[in-house]
């Protein structure tokens, strides 16, 4: 089975930096190989609905960004580790949420993988 598995989440205050981890690994249901066409991160406040906050396609690196994190956050990848990262810089109360790594895998029309989630919480 395919896993997400994110780390690096924590309590920090307003200003302060943080970076989150994902890797990929398993294998589909069928028992092959997964290959994903984009990895991205959500997030979900309490009360509050699930929110895109960043992406990258696999193949040529392009990013995304949802508008209330563009010019402080910054996702990347490396291809050799099956792992993305998201850079959070200049960190704010409402960035407070669960945040989770996902994965499109070949062939899927959405993200068809997701992680169990890492809890970044902003204190001002």
């Known amino acids: 089975q395919v896993q997400l598995v994110e780390s690096g989440g924590g309590l920090v205050q307003a200003g302060d930096s943080l970076r989150l981890s994902c890797t990929a690994s398993?294998?589909?249901?069928?028992?092959?190989?997964?290959?994903?066409?984009?990895m991205g991160w959500f997030r979900q406040a309490p009360g509050k609905e699930r929110e895109f906050v960043a992406s990258v396609r696999w193949a040529n690196g392009d990013t995304y960004y949802g508008d209330s994190v563009k010019g402080r956050f910054t996702i990347s990848r490396d291809n050799a580790k099956n792992t993305i990262y998201l850079q959070m810089n200049s960190l704010k109360p409402e960035d407070t949420a669960v945040y989770y790594c996902?994965?499109?895998?070949?062939?899927?029309?959405?993200?068809?993988?997701w992680g169990q989630g890492t809890q970044v919480t902003v204190s001002s």
């Open positions: 398993g294998r589909t249901a069928s028992g092959r190989p997964n290959f994903n066409v984009a």
């Open positions: 996902a994965a499109q895998s070949v062939g899927a029309t959405q993200y068809n993988y």
